[in-house]
C-alpha cells in the first residue's frame, strides 16, 4: 500500500486556497500576539486537527489526507510566511506518524495511526538528550525487556509538543552493549495518558518548559521516564529490537524537507515586506527600491528564496518517489535555512530600525530563521552527508 493519495493539480490547488483562507482569517489577526506572549495556541491548533493536518500524510485507510511531500510541504511554507511555530506543532507529530506508517506492525499501525490522524493523540519524535544531539548513537535512555511489557529510564529534552502533546515515538537503548552502538537502538511509542481513558499514565513526567530565542508558542520541553511502563507488542515499532537507529533517520527525512519548506515561507514573508517597504519608504526624494545599494539586497534575496524553493520541491519529489534522500533533502534543508537567515537579516538592515521593532513581522522572521540551521541535524552535519552521498554515487 503507498502511503500517499494522488492529488490532481486542481485538487491541490483548492487545499491550498483553504489553507490560504484559513491563515488569513484565523492566524494573521492573532499570530504577533500570541508569539510575543509564547501561548499555546489552542484554537488554531483545534482547526488544524479540523483541517486535517495532523493527518496529512497519514494514509487515508487509517483517516489521513495521504498528502504527497510535495503537497505537504506547500502547506508548511504557506504557514511558515504566516507564523512558522504552527508548523512545527503538527510535523514533529507526523514524523512520529511517520516512523510507525513505514516500520510499524499491522497491530501497531491500527492502533496508533487512527488517533494521530484525527489529533486525539498527539505527539513528536523523542531524539535528544542533555549529552546527545546530533549523535544519536550516544543516548542513554534504556528500556529493559520485563515479560510482555518494556520498562524505560531516562529522559530526553528539547522535544516539541513535550507539555501539550500526549506521547512520544522514543529512541532508547534496548541492549546498551552491543557494537556497533547502533545496532542496540529501538524506537518505543509512550503516551503520556491511556489512549482510551485518557487518564495520566505512572512512570513519565515533563520536566521544565524550555524558553528560546524564537519559535514561540510551540513547547519545546523535556520528558523524565522513571520505571515507565510500555505493553511491548504495541509500543516496540516493528516489533524487533534494534532497528531504531534507522527509523529515527528515515524519520529524519520529512522532518529535513519540512525544515526547509519553513526556511521558504520565512524567506519569502522577509523578501515580501522588505519588497513593499522599500517602495513606501523614501530617502533623498525617492524610494529606497530606486537606491542601487537595496536593489543590489532584493536581487540576491529574490535569487536565493528561489533556488531554495526548487530545491525543497527536487527533495519532495524524489521522497514522493521512495529514493533515498538523505542528500537532496540535506541540501534542501542546508541552503533553504542558510538562506531564511540571509534574507532575515537583510530585510532587518532594508527596513532599518523598524526591522527592530517587536511591532514589525521582521524581528520575528530574524529570531525564528536560526533555528532552521539547527533543527534535524545542524548544517554543518548536512554538509557532510551531502558530500559523503556525493562521493559514494560518483565513484571513480
Known amino acids: 500500500m503507498a502511503d500517499t493519495t494522488g492529488l490532481t493539480e486542481a485538487d491541490e490547488r483548492q487545499m491550498l486556497e483553504a489553507v490560504q483562507k484559513w491563515i488569513e482569517k484565523k492566524v494573521a489577526p492573532v499570530a504577533m500576539q500570541l508569539e510575543h506572549d509564547n501561548e499555546w495556541p489552542a484554537d488554531l491548533v483545534n482547526d488544524m486537527a479540523e483541517l486535517g493536518l495532523f493527518g496529512a500524510l497519514i494514509h487515508p485507510d487509517y483517516g489521513g489526507l495521504g498528502l504527497s511531500a510535495a503537497t505537504y510541504s506547500k502547506i508548511v511554507t504557506l504557514i511558515s510566511e504566516e507564523w512558522m511555530s504552527l508548523t512545527g506543532i503538527f510535523n514533529s507529530h507526523l514524523m512520529m506518524a511517520t516512523v510507525v506508517q513505514r516500520f510499524g506492525t499491522q497491530r501497531q499501525k491500527e492502533y496508533w495511526l487512527p488517533r494521530f490522524a484525527t489529533g486525539e493523540l498527539r505527539g513528536g519524535l523523542g531524539l535528544t538528550e542533555p549529552d546527545a544531539g546530533t549523535d544519536l548513537q550516544a543516548i542513554r535512555t534504556q528500556a529493559r525487556r520485563k515479560g510482555d511489557k518494556y520498562v524505560v529510564n531516562g529522559s530526553k529534552t528539547w522535544i516539541s509538543n513535550a507539555i501539550e502533546g500526549h506521547c512520544v515515538a522514543l529512541l532508547v537503548k534496548t541492549d546498551p552493549q552491543a557494537e556497533p552502538r547502533y545496532k542496540g537502538m529501538s524506537i518505543l511509542i509512550t503516551p503520556k495518558i491511556d489512549p482510551v481513558t485518557r487518564a495520566a499514565l505512572p512512570g513519565i513526567r515533563n520536566g521544565k518548559k524550555l524558553e528560546k530565542l524564537g519559535y514561540k508558542g510551540i513547547d519545546s520541553g523535556e520528558f523524565i521516564f522513571e520505571d515507565y511502563e510500555c505493553d511491548a507488542d504495541l509500543c516496540l515499532v516493528g516489533g524487533e529490537e534494534g532497528q531504531g537507529f534507522f527509523m529515527a533517520t528515515g524519520g529524519l527525512e520529512i522532518g529535513r524537507i519540512n525544515i526547509a519548506a519553513r526556511s521558504v515561507g520565512i524567506a519569502r514573508?522577509?523578501?515580501?515586506?522588505?519588497?513593499?517597504?522599500?517602495?513606501?519608504?523614501?530617502?533623498?526624494?525617492?524610494?529606497?527600491?530606486?537606491?542601487?545599494?537595496?536593489?543590489?539586497?532584493?536581487?540576491?534575496?529574490?535569487?536565493?528564496?528561489?533556488?531554495?524553493?526548487?530545491?525543497?520541491?527536487?527533495?519532495?519529489?524524489?521522497?514522493?518517489?521512495?529514493?533515498?534522500?538523505?542528500?537532496?533533502?540535506?541540501?534542501?534543508?542546508?541552503?533553504?535555512?542558510?538562506?531564511?537567515?540571509?534574507?532575515?537579516?537583510?530585510?532587518?538592515?532594508?527596513?532599518?530600525?523598524?526591522?527592530?521593532?517587536?511591532?514589525?513581522?521582521?524581528?520575528?522572521?530574524?529570531?525564528?530563521?536560526?533555528?532552521?540551521?539547527?533543527?534535524?541535524?545542524?548544517?554543518?552535519?548536512?554538509?557532510?552527508?551531502?558530500?559523503?552521498?556525493?562521493?559514494?554515487?560518483?565513484?571513480?
Not at 543590489?296 to 536565493?304: D, T
Not at 530574524?366 to 533543527?375: E, F, K, S, V
Open 269 to 396: 514573508r522577509a523578501l515580501k515586506e522588505s519588497v513593499k517597504y522599500s517602495q513606501l519608504r523614501r530617502t533623498m526624494g525617492k524610494p529606497i527600491c530606486e537606491h542601487q545599494a537595496i536593489q543590489l539586497k532584493l536581487g540576491e534575496m529574490a535569487a536565493k528564496t528561489r533556488a531554495a524553493e526548487l530545491l525543497v520541491e527536487d527533495a519532495a519529489r524524489a521522497y514522493d518517489r521512495g529514493e533515498r534522500i538523505d542528500m537532496e533533502a540535506g541540501m534542501a534543508k542546508y541552503f533553504a535555512s542558510e538562506t531564511a537567515v540571509e534574507v532575515a537579516f537583510e530585510a532587518m538592515r532594508i527596513h532599518g530600525g523598524y526591522g527592530y521593532s517587536k511591532e514589525y513581522v521582521i524581528e520575528r522572521l530574524y529570531r525564528d530563521a536560526p533555528l532552521m540551521c539547527i533543527g534535524e541535524g545542524t548544517n554543518e552535519m548536512q554538509r557532510i552527508i551531502i558530500a559523503r552521498q556525493l562521493v559514494k554515487r560518483n565513484p571513480a
